[in-house]
T-cell receptor, first 115, second 110 residues
Framework: GAGVSQSPRYKVAKRGQDVALRCDPISGHVSLFWYQQALGQGPEFLTY????????KSGLPSDRFFAERPEGSVSTLKIQRTQQEDSAVYLC?????????????FGPGTRLTVL | SQQGEEDPQALSIQEGENATMNCSYKTSINNLQWYRQNSGRGLVHLIL?????REKHSGRLRVTLDTSKKSSSLLITASRAADTASYFC??????????FGAGTRLFVKA
């Protein structure tokens, strides 16, 4: 299929470990978004890329969170020194171009559990 | 903090009945979208309504928007067991962010 894929689907980390979450957007999609979804809540915006440029990172909760999309396709969300409050599902979405009107296509998410 | 709030938080109905979910938001929007999320899966876009539109239909879905009350509703007619999911409204206010509500959990009993 040609949808958005994310890996790993599940990740268990011990408190203090670093983790890296990968997103493969739909080929040709310019826009890429990362969201954090806590249990029973809606997704919360983390950051936005237009091609390789990170145009909005206002939702990243702390400087332990870092995202990159160096070649304008695959993106990685890295969390350093994980804390228990980082436990959540991390969703990636891509869209053709404009954040304002283009449909966002979501991946299945990575469920992160920090022990 | 999230922009949208959905009501009810959970809804249980019989197959064939209609389901209505409401969403309120806090600031002016450019558009509002509704998404569905099945358990353990990503979100699926259902419908987008622009701020200058009042009503929109797509199959068994009807969305209304009242900008004076800063609210929207999603109606699913003739519900099916397969409609069981969480439904989220998401508002776009400009820039690059889409702000999601906390969702309504719909359970359709066969």
């Amino acid at each position: 299929g040609a949808g958005v894929s994310q890996s790993p689907r599940y990740k268990v980390a011990k408190r203090g470990q670093d983790v890296a979450l990968r997103c493969d957007p739909i080929s040709g999609h310019v826009s890429l978004f990362w969201y954090q979804q806590a249990l029973g809540q809606g997704p919360e915006f983390l950051t936005y890329f237009q091609n390789e440029a990170q145009l909005d990172k206002s939702g990243l909760p702390s400087d332990r969170f870092f995202a990159e999309r160096p070649e304008g396709s695959v993106s990685t969300l890295k969390i350093q020194r994980t804390q228990q409050e980082d436990s959540a599902v991390y969703l990636c979405a891509s869209s053709l171009a404009r954040p304002s009107t283009d449909t966002q296509y979501f991946g299945p998410g990575t469920r992160l559990t920090v022990l | 903090s999230q922009q949208g709030e959905e009501d009810p938080q959970a809804l249980s109905i019989q197959e064939g009945e209609n389901a209505t979910m409401n969403c309120s938001y806090k600031t002016s929007i450019n558009n509002l979208q509704w998404y569905r999320q099945n358990s353990g899966r990503g979100l699926v876009h259902l419908i987008l309504i622009r701020s200058n539109e009042r009503e929109k239909h797509s199959g068994r879905l009807r969305v209304t928007l009242d900008t004076s009350k800063k609210s929207s509703s999603l109606l699913i007619t003739a519900s099916r067991a397969a409609d069981t999911a969480s439904y989220f409204c998401a508002s776009y206010t400009g820039g690059f962010k889409t702000i999601f509500g906390a969702g309504t959990r719909l359970f359709v009993k066969a």
